[in-house]
Each structure stands twice: as structure tokens, then as C-alpha cells.
């Protein structure tokens, strides 16, 4: 088998979900571990696994066809070929009518030969681009500039490879006595400036950009100060569905000003829109293509970045804008935004909008007009690149000023980050939680938890990419201690380094002014920038997070000498990151540095446990003190009541292990499994 269709596997014509597209949020997640195991059953060459699955996927999703044509691609091989042609009509009926694409796939293969399966080609070719009956068609819904559209069933499709809405607009051209009418009622930030370069045809305004609220009218953007932004609403079967609030879910043809100043506040999980894409497996990737989407995106901190709390962001992520404070703490960063888009020259942000650099662009440009920012190098310092920012640092006219002196020739371009070689903790011996250490790999922003306590610093390698091969990279600190951080490039632009990274914990950083932070932190961030001409390029970060749950002591020689956790549970950690655990770990080293083991000593229990250097536990000992007999550790959740997060247990297995030693010196020993 070398083909089979498959959202996000081949770039084919793939039919859209035939039910209420407003539904795909709930069967997405189902969907996307079906098609996972599909890829596996695929790859292995297991038929009858994939059939099984497809049925799975016909149950979940029954109107949908691309299920049916991938179970006629498995039933094609059965001996009997009828249910697979009858699959493959019904497919054909539910809209899956690409005539080239089945005449090409070699999973039906063995129907080509018959005449039913040249019969149903030619019925797919007939029927190709006609609407499928009792199936409603998705067309742009047609707006006027300014005045509110609504996302509705028939201007929205689901986009399979995404995992995100697709709403289609379609706007009439205001007249030029109306734009000319808006350019006086702008009511937005740097007024005179805007409204001079507009009455000069040299400033962009707001004519087709869209605002979209996702806190249900909670924290809104003043649309009429910013004439001919359309205000975007969420119609009735949308809000049934309760898709109208949180964190985005759709994509445009059009720029996008966006705010959700709401949090989870109760129950264990609480967290601020940031953090909840920070500690997700899948929507930092999804936020990526929002901000590529020409989205700007604004949440506030609420309870993540507070005196109490401290900085509780694992992760630096350059996709939006996080506002120190809760509700409305927003609300000068949007209007700070929406008068820098209308300050862009028109060819600019034409140019920005074809190369999907707006957000990232205005980004940069938000960054170092910051207050903080004294000079212009001060913009690749932490002075410009918080994970939260203070509305007190914004400086709306320089941010404006700059915006509208850009031109497409001097548009800074991004830096593409890439890991290419990574530390590999083990699970059980390094680390004893249930999720890696690597948090997410996307494009412009790389973040760890560094889980893994063995050595005191963590390594990694990464490549960096931009535009212009010739282009030097440039790697600075952003927050941390530089005494602790090496970052040695390994070519001579610097587009390879190797990052070292020591043990940071929790701490509070140094200011670029000498000062200490006010909040402590658990993170080290890592800037990568270019410079083109007098620009320097939106950040690409790499971060590193500590656990705070946990105290680590390291010897002077960097090996770890113990990990308290029981003593640390008292702190505040992302219960989606790590769970509490009520022991000390106190390791053991032979003469020449070899790790031995380590004791465990829970709190309140008489007697430690011994550990082997594999992670097994000590059940029976030699003459001299030594390891003789061992069993795995499994580790488990156990929930720990209402409203708290669940702990960290652990439970002998049925998995045993023999050491033995090569003489009285051997103290490391070699290990057997039990057959």
C-alpha cells in the first residue's frame, strides 16, 4: 500500500463535514486519535485494523465521506469485492468526488480491473464540483465594511488539518465619500498622525480588518473609534455551542484584532488563556497558524503573574499579548494595535498581510517602542520581551511612528527555529512524572520542562532560518542568570548553536537596569533574532522551565545529590505539568562518579527504599550492601479528593531483575531480567 486519504497526509480536494460543521469541535479530539491509529494500522500494512477503525470513524462522524472512502481502501482487499464497491458508491453519494484521486490510489487497486469500479470513476467524474443533496453549501456571507457579520452553518467549514474554523466573508467596497467620512471619526490612539496620513492616501486605516470578542461582550473593543473595522459575531448555533468564548478557534480571510479576557478561576485546572496553550499538546501549533492568520491576539495574566503567584508561564510564547492584571487589562494593547495596523502604509500592510508577517510585524514593532527599551539594543534584552507586559510601558505614538515608516523593503523577516538534537531524559530514572520534558517545537518558539535531575545542566542544539542564508543570527539571554547559560554557535553565522542551560529553580531575575524582578520565576528564556537594515527581526524564543514542586541539592561536580519533594509541595506548580510526590531522593555514586542509586524516604513512613541505578527497586541485598534483587516501579495518578489535583503514586510490578557483580569492587553491577 502506498496511498490512502487522510486529512493532513495528502494535499488532495477533501470534502468538508457534512453535518453542522459547529459540531466538529466535540468529535474533533475522537477523530484525531482515530486517524493516529489509522497511520499506524496503515504504515503496518493492517487491513483489518484500519477496517476497524473506519467503522469507528463512520459511528463518530456518519455524514462525513472521507470515513467511507478510506473503509473501501481497506475493504478492497477481502476477497469479496462487493462491500468494498458499495463503500465506495456510498462514499461517492456523500461527496467524496475526486474522479483522479481514486483512479490513482493503489489501496483500489484491486477493484480497477472491474467494470463496477470504472462505472462508480465515471459517476464521480459526473457528479465532481455538484452539490451533494441534503448536504446545505458553504458560501461567503457578503458584509459591508463597519457594520457587524455574523459566523454562521453556511459561511464556515472545519478544517481537518488545523483542527480549526474556516468562516468565509465576502465585503462591498466602501465608497470613497465614505472612507473619506471614517478618516475624520477616527477616535483611536495618535489621532492627528493617523488622520493626516489618511487624508494623504498614506495610511491603511481600518477598512478590512475584522475585531473579533470572545468573552461574551465582556472586555470589548471600542469599534467605533477605528471607522470601518467590522465587528465579527457569533450566530445562534455557534453560541448553542458555547464557541463564541475562550481561546480562538477560526481563521480568516481578513486581519484579526481578538481578545478573550476570561480564565478557568475554579477547580484545580485554574489558569489564564495563555497558560492553558502553553500546557496543551496541540494548541501552541494551532496559535502558530492564528498568528500567521494575520490574528493579534490579547489575554490578560489574571492570576499567572501576580506577587502571590509569582510568574507561573513555563513558556515564552511571541504569538500574542499577555496583560499584566485581569479584566480590561487588555484593552490599551488592542487599541494600541488597531492604530498601529491603520498607521501602515497601505503597501506595507498589503505586503505583510500576501506574507503573513502582519501579526509577527506588529510584534516586533509593540516590542521595541516598549518604555523600557532605552535604546535600540535594548530590544534583544528581556527590556523588550516580557511573557507579560505592563500597560504602563506601552508607548502608543513611537509604536505608531515606527509602524507607518515601514515599507515592503525594509519589512524585517523572521527567524525559523529548529531543535536538531535534544537531551533525552528517561522516565522512572531521571524524572517520575507521566509527561516528557518537551513542552512543544513550533516554528518561533521552542520550550522544556526540565524534568530531568541527573546532571545539574541541560543541553540542547538548534538551528535557526530566515529568508537570507547570509544572515548572521543573533542569541542573547533574555531571562536568566548568564553565569549559568552557554550558547556556543557551531557555525560562523551562528545559525547552529549548541545551548547549555544549568540548573536555575526558582529565582528571581536580574533586571537590565542591575535591579531584581519583583516576581520570581521558574523560567530562562532565549532570544533568536536577525538584523535587516535598520530592523531587527520579530522574536523566536527557546525556553526552559523549572518544576517549583521540587528542591534539588547538586554537588560541586554537577551530579545530583538530592531531589525533596515531600517538602516541596507547598509550592505552587501546573498540576497539567507535574503531580505532587511525597518523597526525598538521596543519591549514591561509586568511587569514579558512577551513579549507584538513590534512597527514598517518604514523608511519615520509618523505613527508606533503595533504588538501583535503573530505577528498580532494592528487594534483596549481598553480603556487601549491593543490589542482588530488584522490581520495576510503576508510576500512577491517584486522585487525592475534590477540587485537588491528583498525586503521584507508586506500585511494585511483577517485572523482576537480577544483579550481579564482576568482583567485591563492582558496586554498579549488570542487570538481568527474570524470565
Request: with cysteine; glycine share 6%.
Amino acid at each position: 500500500m502506498r496511498k490512502c486519504l487522510f486529512w493532513g497526509l495528502l494535499a488532495v480536494a477533501v470534502p468538508v463535514f457534512a453535518g453542522n460543521v459547529f459540531d466538529m469541535p466535540r468529535v474533533f479530539p475522537q477523530h484525531r486519535l482515530l486517524q493516529q491509529q489509522f497511520v499506524q494500522a496503515f504504515r503496518a500494512g493492517k487491513t483489518a485494523e484500519m477496517e476497524e477503525i473506519c467503522r469507528a470513524g463512520i459511528a463518530l462522524m456518519p455524514d462525513d465521506p472521507t470515513w467511507q472512502y478510506n473503509l473501501a481502501c481497506a475493504l478492497a482487499y477481502r476477497a469479496d469485492k462487493a462491500e468494498a464497491l458499495a463503500a465506495l458508491d456510498k462514499a461517492i453519494v456523500m461527496g467524496f468526488r475526486d474522479s483522479k484521486h481514486i483512479a490513482e490510489d493503489n489501496d483500489l487497486k484491486p477493484l480497477a480491473a472491474m467494470p463496477e469500479f470504472k462505472a462508480l470513476l465515471a459517476k464521480a467524474a459526473a457528479l465532481q464540483g455538484k452539490p451533494v443533496e441534503g448536504v446545505a453549501q458553504v458560501a461567503p456571507t457578503t458584509g459591508i465594511m463597519g457594520l457587524p457579520i455574523e459566523i454562521t452553518a453556511t459561511n464556515t467549514v472545519w478544517d481537518f488539518n488545523l483542527g480549526a474554523f474556516q468562516t468565509l466573508f465576502r465585503f462591498m467596497r466602501p465608497e470613497a465619500a465614505k472612507i473619506a467620512e471614517a478618516t475624520e471619526n477616527y477616535q483611536g490612539p495618535a489621532r492627528e498622525a493617523i488622520v493626516g496620513w489618511l487624508n494623504e492616501n498614506q495610511a491603511s486605516g481600518s477598512f478590512g480588518n475584522l475585531y473579533l470578542n470572545r468573552d461574551d461582550g465582556h472586555s470589548v473593543l471600542e469599534v467605533g473609534k477605528f471607522p470601518g473595522m467590522t465587528p465579527v459575531l457569533y450566530g445562534a448555533e455557534a453560541k448553542a455551542r458555547n464557541l463564541h468564548s475562550g481561546l480562538p478557534n477560526g481563521l480568516f480571510d481578513f486581519p484579526v484584532i481578538g481578545n478573550a479576557s476570561v480564565a478557568i478561576t475554579a477547580g484545580p485546572l485554574w489558569r489564564s488563556m495563555p497558560r492553558a496553550v502553553q500546557t496543551d499538546p496541540f494548541l501552541p501549533m494551532l496559535t502558530v497558524q492564528f498568528m500567521l492568520n494575520n490574528q493579534c491576539w490579547f489575554y490578560p495574566a489574571h492570576r499567572d503573574y501576580t506577587p502571590e503567584a509569582g510568574d507561573l508561564y513555563l513558556a515564552n510564547l511571541p504569538y500574542y499579548v499577555v496583560s499584566l492584571g485581569a479584566s480590561f487589562s487588555d484593552q490599551p494593547f488592542m487599541q494600541a494595535f488597531a492604530a498601529a495596523m491603520a498607521a501602515l502604509r497601505p503597501e506595507t500592510k498589503q505586503a505583510l498581510i500576501l506574507r503573513k508577517q502582519l501579526a509577527p510585524v506588529l510584534q516586533m514593532v509593540f516590542r521595541a517602542t516598549q518604555k523600557t527599551v532605552k535604546r535600540p539594543e535594548d530590544y534583544l534584552s528581556g527590556a523588550a520581551h516580557p511573557a507579560v507586559f505592563d500597560a504602563a510601558n506601552l508607548d502608543v505614538d513611537a509604536m505608531v511612528q515606527m509602524a507607518h515608516a515601514l515599507t515592503p523593503d525594509t519589512i524585517p523577516p523572521p527567524v525559523m527555529l529548529r531543535t536538531v538534537s535534544d537531551a533525552k531524559a528517561e522516565a522512572g530514572v531521571d524524572f517520575f512524572d507521566l509527561r516528557p520534558e518537551g513542552l512543544f517545537d513550533t516554528p518561533f518558539a521552542i520550550a522544556r520542562v526540565v524534568r530531568g535531575v541527573l546532571t545539574r545542566d541541560r543541553t540542547m542544539t538548534l538551528e535557526a532560518t530566515t529568508v537570507n542564508p547570509a544572515s548572521t543570527f543573533i542569541w542573547t539571554v533574555l531571562q536568566g542568570d548568564e553565569t549559568k547559560i552557554t550558547i556556543k554557535p557551531l557555525t560562523p553565522n551562528a545559525s547552529c548553536v549548541e545551548i547549555t542551560v544549568g540548573y536555575h529553580g526558582t529565582y528571581r531575575p536580574t533586571l537590565p537596569d542591575g535591579s531584581q524582578a519583583a516576581l520570581p520565576t521558574s523560567r530562562v528564556d532565549i532570544g533568536c533574532f536577525v538584523k535587516a537594515g535598520d530592523y531587527y527581526s520579530p522574536p523566536s524564543i527557546v525556553s526552559f522551565g523549572y518544576l517549583a514542586n521540587e528542591e534539588r541539592v547538586y554537588r560541586d561536580d554537577g551530579l545530583i545529590q538530592s531531589v525533596d519533594y515531600f517538602n516541596a509541595t507547598h509550592r505552587y506548580a501546573d498540576p497539567l505539568l507535574t503531580l505532587p510526590k511525597s518523597w526525598k531522593d538521596t543519591y549514591a555514586y561509586d568511587a569514579q562518579g558512577k551513579l549507584k542509586g538513590w534512597t527514598r524516604t517518604r514523608g511519615g513512613a520509618t523505613l527508606p527504599e533503595r533504588f538501583t541505578f535503573a530505577g528498580h527497586k532494592v528487594q534483596a541485598l549481598d553480603n556487601l550492601n549491593r543490589p542482588m534483587r530488584a522490581c520495576a516501579i510503576q508510576y500512577l495518578p491517584r486522585q487525592q479528593g475534590e477540587n485537588m489535583p491528583s498525586a503521584l503514586s507508586t506500585a511494585e510490578t511483577a517485572n523482576y531483575f537480577i544483579y550481579t557483580y564482576a568482583s567485591d569492587d563492582d558496586f554498579i553491577g549488570k542487570v538481568d531480567a527474570v524470565k
